[in-house]
């Protein structure tokens, strides 16, 4: 099936109002969050996701709490959407007790709350496919009705485990929808340069399942389109591909000075930021309400997590089962 664009969603005044408040929360934690890499706070490589609210946030509110979530490297948006707490977020970054592995791991790879659907995701790039079919195949064992959303970007959809999954997901009918956020670029390099069609969307007919190309700073566009393929997987009718457009407005990791990249994306941009599409369509006081509040909690959040105590040695014989 030829991929093709999907319309925006009816824009009912509460889903307007709760897509905005998701953002606005993800758009505050990120920004606190480069705050804190940039002094020296969290000793990893920070891979920033400014620029891809509204995938997050349009995703999350098409999936039950039951639904599970692979997300990316890029991943903060994702997992706080889908309803892990700011605490534990936070937590895992500066490696705190409070964070979802207990002070045991730094960043995105570690983010993993069960309870909500988020699955925690592969270190390796490419990983999560093979996750994620694994995870909807047992549900399907399981006679559970859940869906399971993987997201990935458009360089690791060149990965062969992108092939393994989508294969065996097509084949057994398995309740996936494949979520591509295409920024354009794989690390450094532009999108036209590794991939040799026009869309990634378009792979989906080799697999016998739809696809489409989505405007992926449209959060209701987002959600209209995973809505419908969450519906289709959930009623046996398999899995779908979504390529999701958007922009990458900063460079591949925290720090990346992006020489290899003329245009630089500005968070001020109206055109491509995607929060204040979204602000538009909602109440300008209800839009300033939610944001005061969202910045409160984020703050709240990170006070919670400064006054914790980091972890030491002490944590490596914990939680061991085996």
């Not at 992926?216 to 046996?236: C, F, N, T, Y």
């Amino acid at each position: 099936m030829v991929a093709e664009t999907v319309g925006s969603a009816a824009e009912t005044p509460q889903l307007r109002v709760d897509l905005y408040r998701r953002m606005s929360l993800i758009r505050h934690a990120e920004l606190r969050v480069l705050q804190h890499v940039q002094g020296g706070d969290f000793g990893g490589l920070w891979h920033s996701g400014l620029g891809h609210e509204a995938i997050a946030c349009g995703t999350a509110a098409a999936l039950r709490g039951t639904d599970r979530l692979y997300a990316t490297h890029r991943g903060l948006g994702h997992v706080v959407a889908k309803g892990m707490s700011l605490e534990a977020v936070f937590g895992d970054i500066l490696v705190r007790r409070l964070g979802s592995a207990r002070g045991k791991g730094a960043g995105t790879p570690h983010f993993a709350d069960p309870a909500v659907g988020v699955m925690g995701f592969s270190g390796t790039l490419g990983g999560s496919f093979v996750l994620g079919a694994g995870s909807a195949l047992a549900a399907t064992i399981l006679g559970r009705d859940e869906v399971t959303a993987v997201v990935f970007g458009d360089g690791a959809s060149a990965r062969g485990t992108f092939h393994e999954a989508a294969l065996t997901a097509s084949t057994w009918k398995l309740p996936v929808v494949w979520i591509c956020e295409n920024n354009q670029w794989g690390a450094s390099a532009p999108f036209a340069v590794h991939c040799p069609t026009e869309t990634i969307a378009e792979r989906a007919g080799a697999y016998g399942m739809p696809g489409a190309v989505v405007d992926g700073a449209d959060a209701l566009a987002v959600h209209a389109a995973v809505r419908e393929s969450v519906d289709r997987a959930r009623d046996g009718g398999g899995p779908s591909l979504l390529e999701l457009r958007t922009v990458r407005m900063h460079g591949h990791y925290a720090g990346d000075q992006q020489q290899y990249r003329d245009e630089k994306v500005q968070l001020d941009d109206p055109d491509r930021d995607p929060l204040p599409r979204m602000r538009s369509r909602v109440d300008a006081a209800t839009a300033d309400r939610l944001d005061r509040e969202t910045a409160a909690e984020v703050q709240a959040a990170f006070d919670a997590i400064l006054a914790a105590p980091t972890v030491g040695a002490e944590v490596i014989y914990e939680d061991v089962w085996v």
